[in-house]
T-cell receptor
Framework: GAVVSQHPSRVICKSGTSVKIECRSL??????MFWYRQFPKQSLMLMAT?????????EQGVEKDKFLINHASLTLSTLTVTSAHPEDSSFYIC?????????FGPGTRLTVT | QKEVEQDPGPLSVPEGAIVSLNCTYS??????FMWYRQYSRKGPELLMY????GNKEDGRFTAQVDKSSKYISLFIRDSQPSDSATYLC???????????FGKGITLSVRP
């Protein structure tokens, strides 16, 4: 199967700082990547769709100025949580598409203190 | 009505049991059907992917799609404690489109 990595796997930051999470497709090129967040015991919530070379499309209710997404290449998308607050603490997961299949990264646990 | 409904859980079975997980959907535009397995604190892992109505088998797992009834299932034979996880059904309308997930069901296989 295809492999998607995320970095870091875990991050703790102070309130008001920004955090960048990287998502990479290691063995395939992905024109489209997705970013999700997941709260404990809940399903994944789609935040945004990231297309290489164009602006991300955000889901309703997701602040695009707070969650900055950059899809700079066919193997890399980044999510930057700006001015993080404790309520942003969550599990962030990316996925990358190969044909009709979507492969997920291992997730990044963000804790904002 | 939600686009994808998944049988609620949790589900607990003894080791060796056959497990049946089910989802229904209302959007006829869904053409591609997936089952993901997610262990605690990990990203979802693609287990099975199907397109057409019928059965698809992979080892102990069988995915079944009935487009006329808008119903999909995942069967796990000879279930193992390592199968204990949350299982999510998911659907696509086309390539690079958004996945629509069911809520997920937590399966526990007792030794």
């Amino acid at each position: 199967g295809a492999v998607v990595s995320q970095h870091p796997s875990r991050v703790i930051c102070k309130s008001g700082t920004s955090v960048k999470i990287e998502c990479r497709s290691l063995d395939f090129q992905a024109t489209t990547m997705f970013w999700y967040r997941q709260f404990p015991k809940q399903s994944l919530m789609l935040m945004a769709t990231s297309n290489e070379g164009s602006k991300a499309t955000y889901e309703q209710g997701v602040e695009k100025d707070k969650f900055l997404i950059n899809h700079a290449s066919l193997t890399l998308s980044t999510l930057t949580v700006t001015s993080a607050h404790p309520e942003d603490s969550s599990f962030y997961i990316c996925s990358a598409t190969r044909d009709y299949e979507q492969y997920f990264g291992p997730g990044t646990r963000l804790t904002v203190t | 009505q939600k686009e994808v409904e998944q049988d609620p859980g949790p589900l607990s079975v003894p080791e060796g049991a056959i497990v049946s997980l089910n989802c229904t959907y209302s959007n006829s535009a869904f053409q591609y059907f997936m089952w993901y397995r997610q262990y605690s604190r990990k990203g979802p892992e693609l287990l099975m992917y199907t397109y057409s109505s019928g059965n698809k088998e992979d080892g102990r797992f069988t995915a079944q799609v009935d487009k006329s009834s808008k119903y999909i299932s995942l069967f796990i034979r000879d279930s193992q404690p390592s199968d204990s996880a949350t299982y999510l059904c998911a659907m696509l309308t086309g390539a690079n489109s958004k996945l629509t997930f069911g809520k997920g069901i937590t399966l526990s296989v007792r030794p």
